[in-house]
């Protein structure tokens, strides 16, 4: 024969774990989509990757700018203490007089440059675009990755905010086997055992309630610092269960090529390679068109204020750096599988 007590107690223990496992509503804030869309635009790591993009931009911009026609302008100004003049007249020549050096002396120029064959600086715009294409890849992995962390985030805090509510009615069971254990032992029908074995149980499931407590707060933390949204556990929200099966693995492997962390490690190192041609296409001259525009009142023996000087210019140039620097990218590119 079983005593009462124990009846009792045999009897609330399927009733506790029935009340732990039955579905109910997560106690749990807003939706997933609000936290995702904050953490885009509020995330340390995407506002990082968001910078890297506009960075790369701008080196490309500025690649492209050292090939690009340019204008420079340069004007002086200087007094000098004595002024040198030759008339031409008292030499016997034409009544004219020539300005060599005047007191008052102003000279300007504005050269237009127009590069023509700079086959590095070429290279390296190739080199910046794909830089910042794969910045731009690595902006998308980013954003993915911070939803991720965001989803995981979340559900981990509606899990942990069932976890309280199941631990907190499992609490109440406890105490309730305790209050039975409690009568049946002053009623003389019941072992002191009985109601220490109730009490310890009700002990642990405090324990249980505080440790589930716990892991709300350190979800709700996390995903406030992952998205900048304070997690609002005062509503409750009801999750579908979607019991179809994921598709096999073999499916996912189809799209790794087109994943955005590998579009972007395949651009970085497109970028490395282009940039290793252009370090050694600096080997090569570089051919420039200008012309100049200059005006000054000390003409001399020109005789006219202004006048422009047009040509072409070839520079080539040879030194350690450039040398060491290219043995050095030819080495990284044989060592390369």
Known sequence: ????????????????????????????????????????????????ARASLRERGAEADVALGRVLPGISFDGQYARNQYSSEIDLGALGGPNRTIVLLPKNQWDGTATATVPLVDLANFQRIGAARTEAEAAARQLEATRLEVEAQIAQSYYQLVANVALVAASIEALEVSR??????????????????????????????????????????????????????????????????????????????????????????????????????????TLAPSIAGYFAETGSNAPGFVGRDWSYQAGITLRWSLDLTTGWSLVESTNERNALP
């Open 176 to 281: 309730e086997g305790l209050r039975l254990a409690e009568e049946h032992y002053r009623a003389g029908t019941g072992a002191l055992l009985e109601t220490s074995r109730a009490r310890a149980e009700v002990e642990q499931r405090v324990q249980q309630v505080a440790s589930a407590e716990l892991q709300v707060a350190l979800a709700a933390r996390a995903l406030l610092s992952g998205s900048g949204v304070d997690p609002d556990l005062s509503s409750s929200v009801e999750l579908d269960f979607d019991p179809r099966p994921e598709p096999p693995l073999s499916d996912f492997e189809k799209r790794l090529a087109g994943v955005p962390a590998v579009l972007a490690a395949a651009g970085t190192t497109r970028a490395a390679e282009q940039l290793a041609l252009a370090q050694r296409l």
């Open 1 to 48: 024969m079983v005593n009462p007590p124990k009846r009792s107690l045999h009897c609330m223990a399927p009733l506790a774990l029935a009340l732990i496992l039955a579905p109910r509503a997560s106690m749990a804030l807003q939706s997933l989509e609000e936290f995702a869309a904050a953490a885009r635009k509020r995330n340390p790591a995407a506002l990082e």
